[in-house]
């Protein structure tokens, strides 16, 4: 379903209550929001999915639409599909219906506003048709009272309850309303998280201990969330001047020993490219989260995109073997987040955990996560300095040696942002480089050989192979599914660590594919250029790369695999 | 051994035994050895500080002292030094760089760590030139000058340093020069013992690109009047004798930058505008308790 | 058509066809009308001005007025709007940005386009938040204060912009608030008419993500003396009333920035440490000179 | 030949002096300089090589070495191969030889110091030895005493000739020395520039009209080049307060309609990435120059490295079609200087080119070279402007539209870094994103289309081909020329723009090759990765990859190119 009006209708909270309560009465959902340009008011639309099975992402037709009026409506006009059948559910005196409204669509007037004013709550009718709502989708009452006394607290909660209940039992009178959801009785206390919570939540649980970043959409209420818990926890987090900052402070932070993270997006990721050479050359963990928004330059901040690949991949200058990960679900948001800390730790390496705003920006209702933080919090191995000696993190004997300052007599080092020895000391002499250089990049060879970084789904032994990184990710787990419903086997590939690469993994799983088609966000075909240079791949290779601004829509890459759409899609990019 | 003998450290104790890339009679070489002398008589042990910095000739310091260091990159020794020093306050951290990178690239830093009051040593070598590039303008060459970049004379009033490290927050705002290595110790004693953000801008001339600085010496005046805790009052005297005046300017008690932390919540949390998270860490919290 | 007739132009000529996708109440809506009246009452025409921004609420400006507009990166206004200066001195250019893209992420390029002198006006809508990333903590935001990124209150004093803008250097320095469009008109236009670096600070207060800075409104004071020359005497009076003290503080008159250009070539140019591209460059003139 | 001796001692004046006087006789060279850490003092030495045809690297072996003292030599020594009779000449009185001299070298030692003494020049003897050096090589004293007029001014030339004559005057009477070289009568005033200056030289020629810059090894000589020479041309230069400064004033400089300029090198570069996005975005002209050095990070600033390739390609977030060329030769770095400011101007998109330190160094004698700037050196193209309506630079009917402000009534355009409709109003629309996204990413098709940019040399029919970019460009040219004179054939092909791709152009080149060697200085084989990535490749390729720090010598590269060296070398990257 999705809920749309111009802001300060409350479609926001309405969406949160929605699955807030589906989440309390055993459901899985997903629910996704839309902004316009402007910072309050503006149109706003969310959209929510709740069923008896997680989702990634929404279906391409909609059974049900809210509407609280019609203005900047056509801006989702191209999101709003309807099914056969779907409802319109609409206030009743907003006047004609616009002529973007498909025919099939059953259309019901309701009257929001009357009834809001008749218990006095006027402009703002989102708690009565909360209540309706709960009752035509068969959400209980209990859990949808206990969620709004969680949001309003015992003081606030009366008036609202009253709202609740005018638009529940007026749905309840008009009687034909009753489509109820599979209610799934579960003792589960599921979560509901968003990607960027999710992330927040793995570095609490890693034990981050430091946070420093710079305020952008869509990744700040990262730090929004940190900076409700970080402190309590003993953290300390900072909001930098800028993203320079916020990436140095981090490596000073991690230098001293503790698990530091900042996070930010494009323009910010941009900005910290030079940092981001200095945490590998000086060999200090870091964690940098990059929750991407559609570019170039400032782009679109609200909407979501893949275009940031290249850039977590080849962006500082020189030769800067760096890890990046991605999440392809909230699910993977959380736990990437904490490998990505012991990662950064284990190999003394800047991680890039690259998420994006479908990911950071959905709330998803999940089942609980077990996370596990690494034992050894603190990046300083004491134990593995013997007094006198010092270990710098450049040695290749040191493979476990203090990464930072320990505080201990004898274990002196200098982090170097030149060339030198495996002692720290400059030394711009060919040999040292050489040497150096083939210790930073070999030094990942372990990880590039882990196995389990590649997710498969669907059919092992399909001729057709549909691959993808990132929230597209769910899409093709999905789509996959889709296609079989269809009868056409596909075999579905995730990526979850995009450098240092795995081609012989991706070899393995690839063997009796025919024909590889690359789904992605990316105008530039990103992740189909970056396959192509570090993959052995099958002869033929299809790019579905389009831009981003939409994700992707499972039917939208089904219809991509029959051969007729791939070939005019591909053909750009081939 | 016992700790008598421990603090008995002498000053080139603190040296480290990597040669200095200077020229010989490099301004720096002062700075070396007062912060050496400065260390001694704080009888600082090598792991209680961290020296950070940025790139530049003066920046090279980390490497010659013992102890921990970090050498930067170019602009960025404070946000590093501010990292460090929120999660080890234990610790004092000094952070040396030239005048490039603390009011050229890295003005912005500058600025935001005096205004924060964080707890760290500025220590900034100032020889009005871009030295390791090799005689370029900087922020403080004075008007007219020529240089590697303005072979037709600097047209951009020099900056003053201690003027903005007033406006901007400092609380410990000095001036010295390296060659006379004992004074400057002392006010870097007095520096890395403040705290909050203390500046000591010292005149480190450069032998090699700004030959005419050897000058300096005879030009400047010593300020020997008390710190005053008056903004204005400091500014005013920090800009006596055209910039040349050394000193202790102004010196303030105000609390020092901890960052967002538990220690400094005095305002209740405010209502989450979404419960997911408090939810899932609460039930987390509940869950390792009954572990 | 004549001149007259064209130069009759309305305030609301000024305005483009866009509509602003700012809240109702949000203060900058009096910083456009502040615009539109101060272009009228100068009389300017469209192509002779050029507004350059940031990004944020207030960055937004240049796509509602009328004229050339540069919306930039995030910080990065005042770089855009230098280079642009000191090829095409003839127009006048107007920086429209908020504290944080002034102070917080260009800083550094506020301190030194002031160092320099640099001729633009320089106008920042201060709502002492991070509005357009909806309610985190700015370099204005009062010490204490919950935003989104200080759920536990901030710990960081705000800065004290127009102190930084004078002891960096700026020409023109004034205060003044969105609710008064037409004293902040007549101030914008005096600071246009500047020559050199004018900045003027206004509060432009956030409806929707500080709503108690409506009652600034009744705090801010009006100070009506002329500007002083005297650089400590207009910090005085800057500071006066808790930085809530309305108007235009100091101004002085300062060979503007031209970067390194054949104009302000007094010295000699000193022999080049390389003969070659000298050599070449003369080969080609003669041939040139030839043809 | 190589001069070598500590800091102070005059040697990169020796140099200079030596290579000026060889052009000035007609000769054709190549120097090149090595310095240590040191600021001031510290290891130094120039290496020289002159001859009858043009040349672009050091040769395997070098014919003559001048040590002033032995301080630090050992630094050199991998750089010290001497040919067999190679004569070593060194002050007499410096002790024992080192122990890493070849015993092969003739050993010459000469009393540069008594010489020194005798006219009073005590510790300072490179003028003397200049005098000798002339009279070995045969370099005659008419130009040689113009080179010193035109170096120390009428003035101080009389002490410099005195000093001069001695050393000749010995070197003459010592009898037996007298290795001539070649002395080529010609016209041609032959020009004496390193890549830098060849760098400031194109753009004064193509009518740069602004530069901003901020200063950095190697990339500096380019800004205090334009410094002495812009502003007397009307141009206006500017020393920015950091990199993200130096980018954006010249944004501003050229949305005003001048063609502007920033210079950087690899620290940098990776700070403007956030501002080459906003050029793109708001199809803003723009050259920025990146002469490499070591990296990752602060690296090694005075030495060679080939590893900004992906940042160049890649760097800033989102999709970023911008253009990337890469000079291989001194003569290249000018001509692809005014073609970088064509490009920009008539695509309206940053330009990227791609230097690096053995190119932006040496010093080269080369023949003088036509450089045609565009005849519109303002970008404003008014004419193009009807009065009254906005053409703006986004809008696909504009192709000539004016790309910056023209100052006439009813041009009125704002330049943009959200996604933006034709007319540059913000819009977060797909619709508008996905037909921006394209047009800015097929507008460089034309530039893609264009032939000439593949160089090739030797042998068009070989089965091996040895590919590479920038300074190993002409280690290639000398490379194939090495192995064709001993019997080897092999296709050499020279990449000149690096982005967009050429595919098709090089499938064409490679037509024959079985096996394709590819040539570069990065430890990570980015140029290898890069074309994999969008090039169709021979089944057979070899990285020969190896880090900078040293440029490759021709003989290093044709050992490779027999079967059992490239295997070994190659199998990291394979
Ligand atoms: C991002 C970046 N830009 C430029 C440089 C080149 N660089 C190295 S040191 C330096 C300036 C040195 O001046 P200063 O900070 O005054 O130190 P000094 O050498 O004079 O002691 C510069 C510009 C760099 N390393 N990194
Ligand atoms: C490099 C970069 N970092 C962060 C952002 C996100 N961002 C957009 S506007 C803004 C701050 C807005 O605050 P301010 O400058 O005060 O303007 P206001 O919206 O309050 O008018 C930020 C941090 C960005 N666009 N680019
Ligand atoms: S160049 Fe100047 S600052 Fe650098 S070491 Fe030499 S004298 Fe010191
Ligand atoms: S969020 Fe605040 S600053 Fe932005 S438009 Fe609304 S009121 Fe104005
Ligand atoms: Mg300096
Ligand atoms: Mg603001």
Same mark, same amino acid.
């Given at each position: ?7 300060? @209708? ?69 999101? /709003? ?49 909360? #209540? ?22 015992? @003081? ?47 570095? /609490? ?55 530091? =993270?900042?996070? %930010? ?6 900005? =910290?490219?030079?940092?981001?050479? /200095? ?38 200058? #020189? ?11 909230? @699910? ?23 998420? *994006? ?16 933080? =690494?034992?050894?919090?603190?990046? %300083? ?13 450049? *040695?290749?004997?040191? $493979?476990?040696?203090?990464? $930072? ?6 274990? *002196? ?58 929230? %597209? ?11 079989? $419903? ?19 993994? /991706? ?16 105008? =530039? ?6 396959? @192509? ?33 791939? $070939? ?7 | ?26 301004? &720096? ?69 030239? &005048? ?18 964080? &707890? ?109 805790? &008056? ?61």
């Amino acid at each position: 379903m999705a809920v749309f009006g111009s802001g300060g @209708r409350g479609v926001m909270l309405l969406g949160d209550l929605l699955i807030e309560t589906a989440a309390a009465c055993g459901l899985y959902g997903l629910l996704t929001r839309t902004y316009g340009p402007e910072v309050r008011g503006g149109e706003s639309a969310c959209f929510l999915r709740l069923g008896s099975r997680p989702f990634e992402m929404m279906p391409d037709a909609l059974d049900l639409v809210v509407a609280f009026d019609w203005s900047n409506g056509e801006h989702f006009q191209q999101e /709003l599909q309807f099914k056969p059948n779907g409802w319109l559910i609409y206030e009743e005196t907003v006047g004609d219906l616009p002529h973007w409204i498909p025919p099939e669509a059953v259309r019901c007037p309701v009257p929001w506003k009357r009834l809001a004013d008749e218990i006095g709550f006027g402009a703002r009718p989102n708690l009565v048709v909360f #209540g309706a709502l709960c009752r035509l989708l068969g959400l209980e009452d209990e859990p949808a009272r206990a969620v709004m006394t969680a949001r309003f607290g015992e @003081r606030d909660v009366e008036l609202a309850l009253r709202a609740f209940e005018h638009g529940a039992a007026w749905a309840q009178q008009a009687g034909k309303w009753g489509r109820r959801l599979p209610a799934v009785a579960t003792d589960v206390r599921r979560w509901v998280l968003t990607g960027n919570e999710a992330i927040a939540l793995g570095a /609490l649980q890693a034990g981050c201990g430091f946070f420093s970043g710079y305020p952008i959409t869509p990744a700040t209420d990262i730090m929004e969330a940190l900076s409700r818990h970080l402190p309590e926890r003993g953290g300390v987090l900072v909001q930098a001047e800028d993203e320079l900052a916020a990436i140095n402070m981090a490596i000073g932070a991690s230098f001293a020993g503790k698990r530091a =993270m900042t996070a %930010t997006s494009g323009p910010g990721f941009s900005l =910290m490219a030079e940092g981001l050479g /200095l945490a590998l050359m000086a060999e200090v963990p870091l964690v940098v989260v990059d929750v991407q928004r559609v570019g170039p330059s400032t782009g679109i901040a609200t909407k979501t995109e893949q275009a940031d690949l290249w850039a977590a991949v080849a962006s500082s200058h #020189g030769d800067n073997p760096r890890v990046v990960l991605a999440p392809s679900s909230v @699910r993977g948001c959380a736990e990437l987040t904490v490998r990505a800390f012991d990662i950064a730790g284990a190999y003394r390496v800047p991680v890039v955990l690259l998420s *994006d705003q479908f990911l950071g920006g959905r709330v998803e209702i999940l089942d609980p996560i077990p996370l596990e933080g =690494m034992d050894r919090c603190e990046q %300083t191995a004491d134990e593995h300095m013997e007094a006198g000696r010092r270990v710098h993190p450049s *040695d290749p004997g040191g $493979a476990d040696a203090p990464t $930072a300052l320990s505080g201990r007599p004898g274990g *002196d080092c200098v982090a170097e942002s030149l060339e030198h020895d495996s002692s720290g000391r400059p030394d711009s002499s060919f040999r040292t480089h050489q040497f150096q250089a083939r210790r930073r990049r070999e030094k990942l060879q372990a990880l590039a050989g882990e196995e389990g970084w590649i997710e498969c789904c669907g059919d092992a032994s399909a001729s057709v192979a549909l691959i993808a990184w990132g929230s %597209t990710g769910g899409v093709v787990r999905e789509a996959v599914r889709a296609a079989e $419903a269809q009868g056409t086997k596909v075999k579905g590939i995730i990526l979850h660590l995009l450098f240092p690469a795995q081609p012989e993994q /991706l070899e393995r799983i690839l063997q009796g594919a025919e024909v590889l088609y690359v789904a992605e966000l990316s105008s =530039m075909a990103q992740f189909f250029y970056y396959l @192509r240079a570090f993959y052995r791949l099958p002869s033929r290779v299809v790019s579905l790369a389009r831009p981003g601004g939409i994700p992707y829509r499972a039917g939208e890459l089904v219809e991509a695999l029959t051969a007729t759409g791939a $070939a005019i899609r591909g053909a750009q990019h081939e | 051994m016992n700790k008598r003998i421990v603090s008995a450290r002498q000053a080139k104790d603190y040296l480290s035994t990597l040669k200095p890339i200077w020229c010989p009679g490099c301004g &720096d070489f002062g700075v070396l050895n007062a912060l050496t002398m400065a260390f001694a008589r704080l009888a600082l042990k090598p792991e209680q500080y961290v020296i950070v910095s940025g790139i530049g000739c003066s920046s090279r310091m980390p490497g010659y002292l013992q102890g921990y260091g970090f050498h930067g990159i170019h602009g960025r020794a404070l946000p590093v030094a501010t990292g460090l020093k929120l999660v080890r306050s234990d610790l004092d951290v000094i952070v040396t760089i030239g &005048d490039g990178d603390a009011y050229g690239i890295g003005g912005n830093h500058f600025l935001h760590a005096a205004r924060r009051n964080v &707890d760290v040593t500025c220590v900034v070598m100032d020889n009005r030139i871009y030295a390791m590039t090799k005689g370029q303008l900087s922020p403080t060459t004075p008007l007219g000058d020529v240089t590697a970049t303005t072979q037709g004379g600097s047209v951009e009033p020099p900056l003053r340093p201690l003027l903005l490290a007033l406006a901007a927050g400092a609380t410990f705002v000095a001036r010295a020069c390296s060659w006379e290595p004992k004074r400057l110790a002392t006010l870097l004693a007095q520096g890395i013992r403040h705290r909050g953000f203390a500046v000591i801008e010292v005149l480190s001339p450069c032998v090699t690109f700004r030959p005419e600085d050897r000058t300096l010496r005879e030009r400047v005046v010593w300020h020997d009047r008390e710190p005053t805790h &008056d903004l204005l009052e400091a500014m005013q005297a920090a800009l006596e004798g055209d910039g040349l005046t050394l000193g202790l300017f102004y010196q303030v008690g105000r609390p020092v930058f901890c960052g967002e932390s538990e220690v400094h919540r005095e305002v209740p949390m405010p209502k989450s505008p979404r419960r997911g998270l408090d939810a899932v860490l609460a039930a987390l919290g509940e869950s390792a308790a009954q572990d």
